[in-house]
Nanobody, 123 residues
Framework: QVQLVESGGGLVQAGGSLRLSCAAS????????MGWFRRAPGKEREFVGA????????DYAESVKGRFTISRDNAKNTVYLQMNSLTPEDTAVYYC????????????????WGQGTQVTVSS
């Protein structure tokens, strides 16, 4: 079956960096657009960014543009989220998700999800 497993979350001070990974199995990874979403306490799950199948194109939410970078290694079936200049507002559970087709910005367009990894940014 399809599995997406996130890792790399943790506690970091404001201004710091973290890199999240999402390892995929059970699917033709190179054929899937991969997205990152997050859910902050008391809020809906929101789009963070996504990357096309080749890795050539990415798109990001305005709140993270210039600070977060998504990349992928299709040989390793892994997608990454590099997060820099973190603020307490970035505190959330971060999820990776996969879909075929084009980049989409809403969670219900994604077919597969990981369980999430907690990122906590202290002030």
């Amino acid at each position: 079956q399809v599995q997406l497993v996130e890792s790399g979350g943790g506690l970091v001070q404001a201004g710091g960096s973290l890199r999240l990974s999402c390892a995929a199995s059970g699917l033709a990874f190179g054929a899937y657009v991969m997205g990152w979403f997050r859910r902050a306490p008391g809020k809906e799950r929101e789009f963070v960014g996504a990357i096309t199948t080749s890795g050539r194109d990415t798109d990001y939410a305005e709140s993270v543009k210039g600070r977060f970078t998504i990349s992928r290694d299709n040989a390793k079936n892994t997608v990454y989220l590099q997060m820099n200049s973190l603020t307490p507002e970035d505190t959330a559970v971060y999820y990776c998700a996969g879909r075929t087709g084009t980049i989409q910005y809403v969670r219900w367009r994604y077919d597969y999800w990981g369980q999430g990894t907690q990122v906590t940014v202290s002030s």
